[in-house]
T-cell receptor, first 117, second 112 residues
Framework: AQSVTQLGSHVSVSEGALVLLRCNYSSSVPPYLFWYVQYPNQGLQLLLKYTTGATLVKGINGFEAEFKKSETSFHLTKPSAHMSDAAEYFCAVSDDRFTGGGNKLTFGTGTQLKVEL | DGGITQSPKYLFRKEGQNVTLSCEQNLNHDAMYWYRQDPGQGLRLIYYSQIVNDFQKGDIAEGYSVSREKKESFPLTVTSAQKNPTAFYLC???????????FGPGTRLTVL
C-alpha cells in the first residue's frame, strides 16, 4: 500500500526566505508524485508533478521539487517566499494507474505555510 | 472554459436527511473521484469511477453512495447512515495522457 508523510503540519517563514516543505512516500512500484496547493475554501491546484525522466521538476509560481528514490522523498522548495504563497500544501503519490487514464492518489495530511513580513 | 463545477458551495442539512452533492466536468475525462477533507487529515477518498456505469469504493465509502450515468456527472449522496457528515467535499477528474487530477471548488456540508 502506498502512503505519504508530510513532516510539519505548520511551517512559518519570513518573506524572501527559502521555503522547504517535506514529503516522504512509500510505494510498491515506481511512483508518480504530485504537489498541490489549496487556498482557503477552494479546491486543490496542481503545483508540479513527477512521473518519469528528470528528477528535478519545476512547477508554477517558482516552486520546484526533486525526486530522490534512495531517500523516498519529494520535498518542495522555493528560493524566496512571497506573501501570496501562504496556503496549505499537499503531497500525493500514485502507484495505481487506470487503463483509460487517471490514477488513484494517496494524499499526505498537508502542511500549512505561513509567510511573515 | 473547461473545468469542474460543484454545487452548491454551502449546504446545510438536518440530521437524518439524505443530501446529494453535484459534480460536473466538461474536460472529457473518463475518471472521476470524490474526497472528503477534514482539518488535519488531508483528503480521503470516498468513491471513484474509472468509466461510465462503473464505480468503486474508496477508503471511507460507508454512509455514502454515488452514480455514474453520464461521463460528465458524478453525484455523491450523503445518507443518514453517515455518522459525521460535516466536512468539505471535493470532486476531481482525470484522464487521457495527463496523470494529475483536476479539482472542483468544493462543497462545504454542515449538519445542524
Amino acid at each position: 500500500a502506498q502512503s505519504v508523510t508530510q513532516l510539519g503540519s505548520h511551517v512559518s517563514v519570513s518573506e524572501g526566505a527559502l521555503v522547504l516543505l517535506r514529503c516522504n512516500y512509500s510505494s510498491s512500484v515506481p511512483p508518480y508524485l504530485f504537489w498541490y496547493v489549496q487556498y482557503p475554501n477552494q479546491g486543490l491546484q496542481l503545483l508540479l508533478k513527477y512521473t518519469t525522466g528528470a528528477t528535478l521538476v519545476k512547477g508554477i509560481n517558482g516552486f520546484e521539487a526533486e525526486f530522490k528514490k534512495s531517500e523516498t522523498s519529494f520535498h518542495l522548495t522555493k528560493p524566496s517566499a512571497h506573501m501570496s504563497d501562504a496556503a496549505e500544501y499537499f503531497c500525493a503519490v500514485s502507484d495505481d494507474r487506470f487503463t483509460g487514464g487517471g490514477n488513484k492518489l494517496t494524499f499526505g495530511t498537508g502542511t500549512q505555510l505561513k509567510v511573515e513580513l | 472554459d473547461g473545468g469542474i463545477t460543484q454545487s452548491p458551495k454551502y449546504l446545510f442539512r438536518k440530521e437524518g436527511q439524505n443530501v446529494t452533492l453535484s459534480c460536473e466536468q466538461n474536460l472529457n475525462h473518463d475518471a472521476m473521484y470524490w474526497y472528503r477533507q477534514d482539518p488535519g487529515q488531508g483528503l480521503r477518498l470516498i468513491y471513484y469511477s474509472q468509466i461510465v456505469n462503473d464505480f468503486q469504493k474508496g477508503d471511507i465509502a460507508e454512509g455514502y453512495s454515488v452514480s455514474r450515468e453520464k461521463k460528465e456527472s458524478f453525484p455523491l449522496t450523503v445518507t443518514s447512515a453517515q455518522k459525521n457528515p460535516t466536512a468539505f467535499y471535493l470532486c476531481a477528474s482525470s484522464g487521457g495522457q495527463l496523470n494529475e487530477q483536476f479539482f472542483g471548488p468544493g462543497t462545504r456540508l454542515t449538519v445542524l
